[in-house]
């Protein structure tokens, strides 16, 4: 009797230990990322800046593409390397369009496992070839 208690102890006790695995839980947590602020921009042609929030449980990074997956530079962020990790708060700087086309944008924040976007449309400049106004 006292054998078969014994048995019965350890099996349990093993299932305890496998259940408490923390390898094996670290495989069940999915990677999110939320955008908690608008997920489009629609600005002007000035130099706008946006105030964006996301949620997140694991380290992101973000790019910035044009339409068809290239690097842009006239989006900013102030994120240092553009890389984070956990929810944030950020800003985000449109950089004022000096030509005569629409511009549109993508910040993708990833992670290896998920992917949240922001769509930025920047109207065209009606007059290009115009200095700015310089203030005094």
């Known amino acids: 009797m006292i054998k078969k208690l014994r048995l019965i102890l350890f099996a349990v006790l093993a299932l305890c230990i496998s259940a408490c695995n923390p390898e094996d839980s670290a495989l069940d947590v999915r990677h999110t990322i939320t955008v908690l602020t608008q997920d489009f921009y629609e600005v002007g042609y000035e130099e706008t800046i946006l105030d ?6 694991c380290s992101w990074t973000i790019s ?8 842009i ?3 900013l962020t102030d994120v240092p390397g553009n890389v984070g990790s956990g929810p944030a708060k950020f800003k985000v700087k449109v950089c004022g369009n000096d030509t005569d086309q629409i511009r549109e944008g993508v910040l993708n924040i990833f ?3 998920v992917s949240a976007y922001i769509d930025i449309a920047q109207d065209a400049n009606p ?7 310089v203030f005094k």
């Open 52 to 57: 964006v929030e996301i949620d997140a449980n």
């Open 73 to 75: 530079t006239w989006i």
């Open 64 to 71: 910035k593409t044009n339409a068809i997956g290239e690097g």
């Open 127 to 133: 007059e290009p070839d115009k200095e700015p106004e």
């Open 111 to 113: 992670s290896d496992q």
